[in-house]
């Protein structure tokens, strides 16, 4: 069986609070596998484009300053439900009603500083993905993987 596929970016605050080890952490303990990562300082157009859906919204802009601010952290990770669960680990959007126990719960105050992006459905990881790693992903053996999936 295929297995999901999530786009999980560490924003610049994340990478600037030295939280890169801690987040990634989590998703790696919680079973899922490493399928791709870089750091990257990406340029404004193409944060425009990452965040395309909401060209319309008046954070557009303070939003693609944020982004273009510092190197991110772009990673793809595998597993079932990766996309939704993935979406739990990281907690609500604005980090006052993100619970505690959640990235945003534990690590943010400000929806402008939410220190990381997950993608939001199956769909948008695909379109992800083909932007931030237009080569592909890697693809291994991982011999956890009987111990973490039935
Ligand atoms: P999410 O990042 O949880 O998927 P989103 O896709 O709706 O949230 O928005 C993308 C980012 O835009 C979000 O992480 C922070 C920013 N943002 C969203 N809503 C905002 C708002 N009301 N004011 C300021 N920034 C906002
Ligand atoms: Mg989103």
Redesign the pocket.
């Known amino acids: 069986m295929a297995s999901e596929l999530s786009f999980i970016m560490i924003k610049p605050d994340g990478v600037q609070r030295g939280l890169v080890g801690e987040i990634i952490v989590r998703f790696e303990k919680k079973g899922f596998k490493l399928k791709a990562l870089k750091l990257v300082q990406v340029e404004r157009s193409f944060a425009e484009k990452h965040?395309e859906d909401?060209s319309s919204k008046p954070?557009f802009a303070g939003?693609v300053e944020y982004i273009v601010s510092g190197p991110v952290v772009a990673m793809v990770w595998e597993g079932k439900g990766v996309v939704l669960t993935g979406r739990k680990i990281i907690g609500a959007?604005k980090p006052a009603e993100a619970n505690p126990g959640t990235i945003r719960g534990d690590y943010a105050i400000d929806?402008?500083r939410?220190v990381i992006?997950g993608s939001?459905s199956v769909e948008s990881a695909h379109k992800e993905i083909a932007l931030w790693f237009p080569d592909g992903v890697v693809e291994w053996h991982s011999s956890l993987h009987p111990w973490i999936n039935e």
């Open positions: 965040y909401l954070f939003l959007t929806v402008g939410n992006h939001d």
